[in-house]
DNA sequence: AACGCGTAAACTGTATGCAGATTGCAACGC
DNA sequence: GCGTTGCAATCTGCATACAGTTTACGCGTT
């Protein structure tokens, strides 16, 4: 083989960090589909490089819960239990109200008002129904939620759980109306934690997960089994 | 190399997988130290097995937060800082007391049963001052509250933080007077569950893991850093 | 004696080869 | 015609070889 060292032009990381980076990328987007296989050779024909990298990443891909791994078996995309999946949802509404609690306690002035502007910076999308721009907002409005708890550790957890269900949920801003009845509640928590009222903030992302569990599973369970 | 295929009598899993179960085992235990290197050869002879099983395992024990690793730099047990180590504990303050409520909802006889027999069963060792077997129980008796919250992904989620979280807590029951506290303190979780009263469950598991986490902190900052 | 520099040793990163496991297919028997 | 068995192709698991990087040490210079 040529290596050529011509490995793309990605900068960050090593070998195995770029297309850990990449395939979960692939599998959060809906590149690729759980059940789907992940045969180590075309991986690696696939990223230019051996069989070696792309099984270390596959490992680490399989720990952090992205793909199932079973001995002399290729890797799949991750595809859940309907129960294990409602468990995730589940710990992502409780995540997500611990979150929003310590956020209305902890979240300084700055953090607020981005937090704020964030939201409020998506409302045209919502009139306009731009699905996609609406979701990438929202991402981020949940990622500042999410550091305004000042608490790394959770931070790691809870971003993690979102990645996992990132592939079951694709599809929630579809279903008429959602989008605006997800601005609405991201406005009770974002009006909660200016106030710094810490038990409002705590019960509106709270149901508000539970809302995006219910409009998701929907879309899950022809992908689930 | 010789690879008669004796590598001990281990019998679960691919050869990784004992290596990640062996490995981690021994930096939960405390037998490696944080800050202890994992020099990829030493642990090949030790296992005696080639380089690329290693590799796959350290990666895989990265992924779990329970190794640092650097590019081009062994792998050393994690050593987190104080801050990192705190938003654990508070984590895990918080894990453990979603699992007390919902367990205080969730549980089944049975279940509740077990929960206090395992609790009733370690009184006897705060008298002997035991703390080796109180331990043990204490981790069962974690275990069977984590399991009573029916939650798969929470469960994960608060074992794997308490995995990381072992190596600095190992002296927690040496300070005087500590056993008896920690009985009292179950034992206040384990009569609110038993009621079903879910509030105060929680609330006494919080208070429970926030003690334990200041006992321990002690302890660790002269090993953190 | 202290500091820099260069080289060698030690170690990680990656490629490749081989052995064992699995799967699909085809020929055969019922 | 359908199920079963055996073989071949494919793929994973692990070992080994090699390349690149970091670290440590010794030598020479000041």
Do not use: W
Not at 6 to 29: K, N, S
Not at 59 to 83: H, I, K
Request: glycine share 4%; net charge neutral; aromatic share 6%.
């Amino acid at each position: 083989m040529k290596q050529i060292r011509r490995r793309q032009v990605i900068r960050t990381g090593t070998t195995v960090e770029q297309m850990v980076r990449a395939i979960a990328d692939m599998i959060v987007t809906g590149v690729m589909h759980p059940g789907e296989r992940l045969d180590e050779l075309s991986l690696a024909v696939r990223f230019d490089v051996s069989r070696t990298p792309v099984r270390e990443a596959l490992r680490e891909l399989g720990a952090m819960g992205l793909v199932d791994r079973e001995p002399n078996r290729s890797a799949v995309v991750a595809n859940v239990t309907e129960a294990y999946l409602h468990s995730m949802f589940e710990a992502m509404s409780e995540l997500e109200a611990i979150c929003a609690r310590l956020g209305a306690e902890r979240m300084t002035i700055d953090e607020r008002h981005a937090l704020e502007l964030e939201h409020r910076a998506s409302a045209r999308l919502v009139h306009a129904n731009a699905q996609e721009d609406y979701a990438a907002h929202n991402t981020e409005f949940h990622t500042k939620l999410y550091r305004g708890a000042h608490n790394d550790h959770i931070y790691e957890m809870v971003t993690q759980t979102r990645a996992r269900l990132a592939p079951f949920r694709r599809a929630q801003f579809r279903l008429p109306g959602r989008l605006a009845k997800s601005y609405d509640e991201h406005d009770v928590i974002v009006t909660s934690i200016m106030r710094g009222d810490s038990a409002a903030a705590s019960q509106a992302a709270y149901s508000h997960v539970a809302i995006v569990s219910d409009a998701s599973i929907v879309f899950a369970s022809d992908k689930v089994g």
